[in-house]
């Protein structure tokens, strides 16, 4: 069954990004701690992201995060989602207006321009029809931002969470939780290495 799973790294105090993001910053001051391990040799970090990579049909992502792996300082063949895994997922990008041109054109990319509900919609459809041509079970991921994720837990978008808990605290940023309704989350398991704890919740629709 094709489901739509949060995926994203966090600091203790709940922030996705240091303070003072930009194009050419993306994580911000600080920020890229909170990936440090999808970087590690830890066998259970590698272990996380492999099955992450593997269950993903699908990836979706806001605008302010496409300009950024999109740009100059962005993804390339060595670095991004799935990097030194089997193949990469089409993405679809959330937008307002899509962008004039691509860098990484060699990456399969859909915009959706009315809405994140559509774009999850869109990106589940071609989850789904993954997942029945491979034989396998394949989820629609939402990558981030943090404000991608936090309207789609709001809205009741998602059905799992899983949060990469790094061990740092940023004092500021991108808040992943913005005081929205409370919601119920499931814990389903915890994973804890030297740079993160990985924590995986069904979240309550």
């Known amino acids: 069954m094709t489901r739509t799973i949060a995926d994203i ?3 203790l105090d709940s922030f996705v990004t240091g303070p003072d993001p930009g194009p050419d910053n993306g994580l911000g001051t600080g920020g890229e701690a909170l990936h440090t391990w999808a970087f590690s040799d830890d066998p259970d970090d590698r272990r996380v992201l492999r099955e992450g990579t593997a ?3 699908t990836v979706v992502l806001g ?3 496409f300009d950024i792996v999109d740009g100059p300082k962005g993804w390339d063949d060595t670095s991004g989602y799935g990097a030194g895994e089997a193949g990469r997922p089409p993405f679809v990008v959330v937008t307002s207006s899509p962008p004039v041109s691509v860098r990484t054109t ?3 990319w859909t915009f959706v321009t009315t809405g994140l509900p559509d774009a999850v919609t869109a990106a589940r459809e071609r989850a789904e029809a993954a997942a029945s041509d491979s034989g396998k079970d394949l ?3 939402l990558m ?3 404000v991608t ?3 789609a837990l709001d809205a009741g978008l998602v059905d799992a969470l899983t949060l990469h808990l790094a061990p740092i605290v940023l004092g500021a940023g991108t808040p992943l939780f913005t005081g929205a309704a409370p919601r119920t989350l499931v814990q389903r398991s915890v994973i804890s290495t030297s740079t993160a704890t990985h924590l995986t919740y069904d979240v309550s629709r």
């Open 55 to 57: 269950r993903s049909g």
């Open 63 to 65: 605008r302010r995060l």
């Open 106 to 108: 060699n990456l399969d």
């Open 144 to 146: 981030g931002g943090g």
């Open 9 to 11: 790294s966090a600091s």
């Open 149 to 151: 994720v936090g309207s």
């Open 139 to 141: 989820d629609v991921i």
